[in-house]
């Protein structure tokens, strides 16, 4: 049985990651703050400790889902200091801890995969909803994702990254105004809002061998919205 991380995975796309990868046969650690997993990833020995838990409990870990991140809207000036830390220290170093943490447990496994969550605002330097901040946060993803694939891939890792437009979940749904959900709409040619599985689909298909020879990219879910 393959083994699946899925960090952020109480709620929103993570858990909806997780089912999908737990219907598709593997065994699904889902890490958030107050799950079964208690894993904040900006906590880096309480990371440690639940991967090497995994370690001895499962042997290893086949795919690492990094998902769990924050959201930051509105005007630059009124994210305060402390918002862009937090951004940051979930966004960025959370990634950089579930990374240097998890490699050692999936190299040597066949197929290891590691998918992290940008977005669209990576490339836009924010978007609809996400603001410059979280845009520069999604930015260093996609860096990390590059950069990765090319230490990561003589040790049979491959990564990528998923850049999804706006979802409703949880995170953004208290600013998905009727007026901002049309705006967003008439931009997106396949002429809806993303639903999770848009997103859970692509992690299955990145983490599956049918990828086996894609690592570094990332990849929007978003009805042409980037490209056209
Ligand atoms: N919803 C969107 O429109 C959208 C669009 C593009 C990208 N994304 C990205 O997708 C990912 C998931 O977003 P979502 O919409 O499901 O959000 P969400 O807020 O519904 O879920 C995020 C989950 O991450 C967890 N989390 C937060 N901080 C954590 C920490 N320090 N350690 C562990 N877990 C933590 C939360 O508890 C929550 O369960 C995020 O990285 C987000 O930036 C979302």
Redesign the pocket.
Known sequence: MRIALV?????????HIAQRFEEQGFFVYR????TPLR?????RSEVKKAIEGICSEKGGIDVLIN?????ASGPIDQTSGEAWDRLV???VT?VFNCVQAAVPAMRGRKGAAIVN?????AEKGGGA??NVW?GAT?AAVVAMTRGLARELGPHGIRVNAI??????????RDQLTPALRAKILARIPLGRI?V?DD?ARLALFLASDAASFITGETIAVDGGFLRT
């Open positions: 960090t952020g995975a109480a709620r929103g796309i993570g858990a890490a958030d703050l107050q894993m904040d990833v900006t906590d998902n769990a991140g924050l959201l220290a979930v966004n959370g969550m940008a977005s669209v605002a909803i996400g979280y999604k850049a999804p437009t706006v979802l409703e979940t949880d995170m953004v993303a999770p997103v």
